[in-house]
């Protein structure tokens, strides 16, 4: 059954060709017949014909109001705020006003479904595009965790849960004494930060599965809503799914987002991580398998000079005897 006061009037001109307009004819509870639509404009506004107390017309501008029918005929107009501040819920026309808003918003909303079904095709496309970069974003990811050992990976996760990707040493001078034991001068500790990974938040495998896992729902909902989009679902349920459809953008947008950080990621100089593990052997597996992820294949007494070289410029650089591991 069709609710009166759903039509839209797009211009000034298709109000006043409704027959019995009337310019500048008053508005008020005890002519009210029924409403006829409601107006809606970009730019253009109309001064409201409600018939004030005094007498006199209100006059408000507005962009937006409603068309209605008194009982002689005449058609006039009642903007949008006039109507809901001097008309209560329990008259007349705050009935028809109420009833009108919430089946314009019904209306608004299947169109808008529908039109979201109607583009199912092209933005399921664009959902498998996204999910398949990022499940190649996994396996990347696996791959360099993979290739650099078991305890850079775990450096590497305890990074992520940290969320800065600051590569940490400390800096330590010992404590100095003479002959008879006596203090000269006190150790010296501080952290020395020597890297900053880009983003690490991608070693958290949740964080990407979380988005694939995401989008899957999205896109399962374009075939789950056929019916439903097709009025058989309560009111409801459609404003969901519409809700649910018109976040794809910014699912889209998240998943840029992710993927920029993984080519951070997956373009960082790995060597400074050999730095957080006691392990020789671990150390030097580290800086060996980060110069093969910057295409350059080196042996081990190449990667030990690497380590040996580092070690003693940032020894000379920050005035320490020694580095030392922050994390094992």
């Not at 109507?83 to 109420?98: K, M, P, Q, V």
């Not at 169109?111 to 095709?121: A, G, P, V």
Request: aromatic letters at 8%; hydrophobic letters at 35%.
């Amino acid at each position: 059954m069709s609710i009166a006061g759903t039509k839209r009037y797009k211009s000034i001109q298709e109000i006043q060709s409704e027959p019995g307009f009337g310019a500048e004819q008053p508005a008020n509870l005890t002519s009210y017949r029924e409403l006829m639509g409601y107006y809606s404009f970009e730019s253009e506004e109309l001064s409201c014909c409600l018939l004030e107390k005094s007498g006199g017309l209100c006059h408000q501008k507005h962009k937006w109001g409603w068309v209605l029918q008194r009982t002689d005929g005449v058609v006039t107009i009642i903007g949008h705020t006039c109507a809901e501040s001097n008309f209560g819920a329990d008259s007349t026309l705050g009935r028809d006003i109420t009833r009108a808003n919430n089946e314009v918003a019904r209306l608004q909303e299947d169109e808008r479904l529908n039109e979201l079904l109607s583009q199912r095709d092209e933005r399921v496309i664009e959902i498998d595009a996204a999910v398949g970069k990022l499940k190649e974003l996994l396996e990347s990811v696996a791959s360099i965790k993979q290739r650099l050992g078991p305890k850079a990976s775990l450096v590497l996760e305890r990074l992520a849960s940290k969320g800065t990707g600051i590569v940490e040493v400390e800096g330590f001078t010992p404590a100095t004494y003479n002959d008879k034991g006596e203090k000269l001068t006190n150790e010296v500790r501080f952290r020395i930060p020597i890297a900053k990974l880009g983003g690490i938040g991608i070693c958290k495998r949740e964080t990407v599965v979380s988005r694939i896992e995401d989008l899957s729902k999205l896109r399962n909902s374009y075939f789950s809503a056929i019916e439903k989009g097709r009025g058989a679902a309560s009111t409801k349920a459609r404003r969901a799914l519409a809700a649910t459809l018109s976040g794809q953008q910014q699912q889209l947008d998240w998943t840029k987002q992710l993927l920029e950080a993984g080519f951070h990621f997956l373009t960082n100089d790995f060597r400074p991580l050999c730095f957080m593990t006691k392990d020789r052997s671990d150390r030097f597996h580290i800086v060996r398998a980060a110069f093969e992820l910057l295409g350059q294949n080196i042996g081990k007494d190449p990667a030990k000079s690497w380590v040996s070289r580092f070690d003693s410029d940032l020894c000379s650089r920050h005035g320490v005897k020694m580095i030392r591991v922050v994390y094992t």
